[in-house]
């Protein structure tokens, strides 16, 4: 069975940092893309950040290339989403996802979700 389990988020000033964790579990990690997406209340689910089997591809939504930078340790199973410059409008729930099918910025593409942490940045 299937485990990602999400830590690192929390309230943040504007400007300020934060980096997610994501601890997996279940299969063969190395195997397997992994993604970032976000969602803000009343919006629906978006794509943030991908990594290729081998971190040797990365991928970013727009709005925050240049400010997160997404990177993986398979040695220890996890995926990393570092986030600096954080504004209001990164403030939702970050979901971590594993294997996609098709498209990286698709959510119906991924297989696995983990439970979500919450990232608020204040103004």
């Known amino acids: 069975q299937v485990q990602l389990v999400e830590s690192g988020g929390g309230l943040v000033q504007g400007g300020g940092s934060l980096r997610l964790s994501c601890a997996a579990s279940?299969?063969?990690?190395?195997?397997?893309?992994m993604g970032w997406f976000r969602q803000a209340p009343g919006k629906e689910r978006e794509f943030v950040a991908a990594?290729?089997?081998?971190?040797?591809?990365?991928y970013y939504a727009d709005s925050v290339k240049g400010r997160f930078t997404i990177s993986r340790d398979n040695a220890n199973n996890t995926v990393y989403l570092q986030m600096n410059s954080l504004k209001p409008e990164d403030t939702a729930v970050y979901y971590c996802?594993?294997?996609?099918?098709?498209?990286?910025?698709?959510?119906?593409?991924?297989?696995?979700w983990g439970q979500g942490t919450q990232v608020t940045v204040s103004s």
């Open positions: 996802t594993q294997d996609s099918k098709f498209d990286y910025s698709d959510p119906r593409s991924w297989t696995y």
């Open positions: 279940g299969r063969a990690f190395s195997l397997y893309a």
């Open positions: 990594i290729s089997w081998n971190g040797g591809r990365t």
